[in-house]
């Protein structure tokens, strides 16, 4: 009898187990003014009516693949995930495609305008829409919590490009020194990009998110400096910072699994 309930208790965390994974992805366009923004929901079947949400912005000529990455992660704490392409974000971009028209401004309106379908959706629960982008996904999504400071309860910040007004000002000291057409990795990239970020106050903008931060960056990324993330780190009201011995910009797998971990343990406030 004892070795009867046992299975039968196995083969109830089993099933649970199983169930708790189960999730449903669909295809989910989003208006963006004139445009439309391609993205990919992925909803886990908890059974409840309002479930948290978190949105994923991926970083400089990335796309919703990126994001897909945190669906188990996301799934399994019983989240929404929204992963998605940022209008002229990428050469691959679903939404456009034309990277000459890339613009951080233009991202942080369509960030704001996915938060604000959310908000309207019967299944979300609308005090528990968390943030994270990645590298200048990252910088955008920061920007985006500091204007939507009531709509985002957490924000996740992954080699945050905290940096990118300074390193093109530093390129391109006078307005006029910008040309018509930059190539960074072979995208070509317009004016207005350049223009854009020469006034932007990254810091003096952030500071004004106060709910909590979490920011995960590697100790060997050569693409973005850890100086910008400890300084983010000391003007947020609420923040955290967790580095990863050898990682670079961009995580390797096992890398990709300390990020999950220290994610958990942030949305369970440990």
Not at 102 to 108: C, G, N, V
Not at 120 to 138: K, T
Not at 245 to 250: E, K, L, T, V
Request: glycine letters at 6%; aromatic letters at 10%; one cysteine or more.
């Amino acid at each position: 009898m004892k070795v009867k309930h046992l299975l039968l208790a196995v083969l109830c965390f089993i099933t649970a187990s199983v169930s708790a994974q189960e999730s449903r992805t669909e295809e989910l366009w989003i208006k963006n003014g004139d445009r439309n923004i391609y993205g990919v929901l992925n909803r886990p079947q908890t059974g409840e009516k309002k479930q948290p949400v978190a949105i994923i912005a991926h970083g400089f000529n990335g796309t919703h693949h990126f994001g897909k990455n945190y669906f188990k992660l996301f799934n399994e704490l019983g989240y929404q995930c929204y992963t998605f392409d940022f209008p002229c974000g990428s050469v691959n971009s679903r939404s456009d495609n034309n990277t000459m028209e890339m613009s951080i401004l233009d991202e942080q309106k369509a960030l704001e305008d996915i938060i604000s379908h959310f908000k309207q959706q019967p299944d979300v629960d609308a005090s528990r829409i968390i943030l994270i982008g990645e590298s200048q996904g990252g910088l955008v999504s920061a920007l985006t919590a500091a204007k939507c400071k009531k709509d985002v309860s957490r924000l996740i910040l992954v080699y945050p490009a905290l940096c990118i007004p300074d390193n093109w000002n530093s390129r391109y000291p006078r307005i006029e020194d910008i040309p018509d057409t930059t190539r960074l990795w072979n995208v070509p990239m317009g004016r207005r990009f350049f223009t854009e970020v020469r006034d932007m106050d990254v810091f003096k903008q952030i500071k004004k998110f106060k709910n909590p931060v979490l920011i995960v960056q590697g100790d060997k990324d050569n693409i973005v400096s850890m100086d910008d993330s400890r300084r983010a780190v000391s003007i947020y009201k609420d923040a955290r910072m967790h580095v990863i011995p050898g990682a670079g910009h961009g995580f390797r797998p096992n890398e990709f699994e300390v990020l999950t971990e220290q994610i958990r343990l942030f949305l369970k406030g440990e």
